[in-house]
């Protein structure tokens, strides 16, 4: 078959499966084979407008964040470089102000050397497929996973791997060199050890050939796929049970330094933070940008109230507290510039303590 043509490529974009197929055969293939029996590079396509396949069959993925759904509307299914070149030039480059290179995307978390799912897998969010026209809107997470093997005794790990490779959920692959690990094997004397070498503590290097044996335990790279839109969602939901424990964790800290009645409520970073901030961004960050990636709480008690923020480390919010910087932390208040808002460092229990005692005499002087 020739995976080399126009024609042909454009035969197989009718499905995902069909279109993944394509993309790993020519992968696979890596030269192409001539009629006199040389062997050619293949020639470089952009396909879908979603990703690009090189002449070594390596599979790369246009950047999301450059393209549009206009864009990938207005190009031809499959494009040589040529073609995708002046496209570019013509057509997205007025609008992004960046180079040609920045045209593909990295493929972080997503499996090493070619960053499609395959078909079998399915989204580990929603439990979705893929589909072609969302193609290239997709994010993984590689992590390793700790397998009893205790199910496969009897079975080779070559068996086991096409087992694991069968499952949907994830794509799995054992490490180099393949290690596993049997109570049977490890020294009763380097249990408690936190010094013991591996193989103390009962790992052995294996191949595919080992039979497994009843207690075997084994350590994989695990690679789940996600739709965009349903890893999006889980970063929200994450960073949400983040706040959610913080807020939960700074309650019992302060409890614990005598607040009483204490209410932790997550609120937008508030003007006077926001203002600050602005004056002092990254180029081409935006205040929205980081204001959205900061924690912000304020914090009700029967002392008083105050303000935590949690960005690269927790910081005290002292306005509205009716606490001032140079009250609490004097030498901080005596280096800041005129403009700088009343916020520090979170810095431990004394500092809490201290915040707690000018809360009451300011209450008491009412
Ligand atoms: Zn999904």
């Given at each position: 078959m020739d995976y080399d043509t126009k024609d042909f490529i454009e035969a197989q974009l009718g499905s995902y499966h069909a279109f993944y197929t394509l993309m790993r055969s020519r992968a696979n293939l890596g030269y192409l084979r001539t009629d006199n029996e040389s062997w050619q590079r293949l020639t470089p396509y952009i396909i879908l407008g979603r990703y690009k396949s090189d002449e070594f069959g390596g599979c790369h993925r246009l950047n999301r964040a450059l393209f549009t759904d206009a864009d990938r509307t207005a190009m031809s299914a499959v494009m040589n470089e040529e073609e995708f070149l002046s496209f570019f030039e013509k057509n997205i480059q007025p609008r992004?102000?960046?180079?040609?290179?920045?045209s593909l995307e990295g493929t972080s978390g997503?499996?090493?050397?070619?960053?499609l799912p395959e078909?079998?897998?399915?989204?580990?969010?929603?439990g979705g497929t893929w589909e072609i026209n969302t193609c290239h809107d997709i994010d993984a997470e590689g992590d390793f996973e700790e397998i009893d093997l205790s199910s496969f005794a009897g079975r080779t790990l070559f068996w086991v791997q096409a087992k694991l490779e069968a499952r949907t959920d994830a794509l799995r692959r054992f490490g180099h060199p393949i290690t596993v690990r049997n109570p049977q094997w490890s020294d009763p004397r380097a249990?408690?050890?936190?010094?013991?070498?591996p193989e103390e503590l009962g790992w052995r290097e294996v191949t595919l050939d080992h039979v497994v044996q009843p207690g075997d335990k084994t350590s994989m790279f695990r690679y789940r796929f996600y739709h965009g839109p349903c890893f999006r969602q889980l970063s929200i939901d994450r960073s949400g049970e983040r706040a959610t424990e913080y807020a939960e964790d700074f309650k019992q800290i302060l409890e614990e330094t005598g607040f009483e009645d204490v209410q932790v409520i997550r609120t937008a970073l508030p003007e006077h933070l926001r203002r600050w901030f602005a004056t002092d961004l990254?180029?081409?960050?935006s205040i929205d940008e980081l204001a959205e990636a900061f924690m912000y709480y304020r914090v009700q008690t029967r002392q008083g109230s105050f303000g935590v923020a949690y960005a690269a480390y927790p910081m005290l919010d002292l306005?509205?507290?009716?606490?001032?910087l140079h009250e609490l932390e004097p030498e901080l208040a005596a280096e800041a510039?005129?403009?700088?808002?009343p916020i520090t460092g979170l810095s431990g229990p004394e500092q809490l303590l201290k915040l707690w005692q000018l809360l009451v005499k300011n209450q008491s002087k009412k």
């Open positions: 992004i102000k960046k180079s040609y290179w920045s997503l499996a090493p050397g070619f960053p078909p079998h897998l399915i989204c580990a969010k929603c249990a408690d050890d936190e010094y013991a070498d990254d180029e081409g960050e306005e509205g507290s009716g606490v001032s510039p005129p403009d700088f808002p």
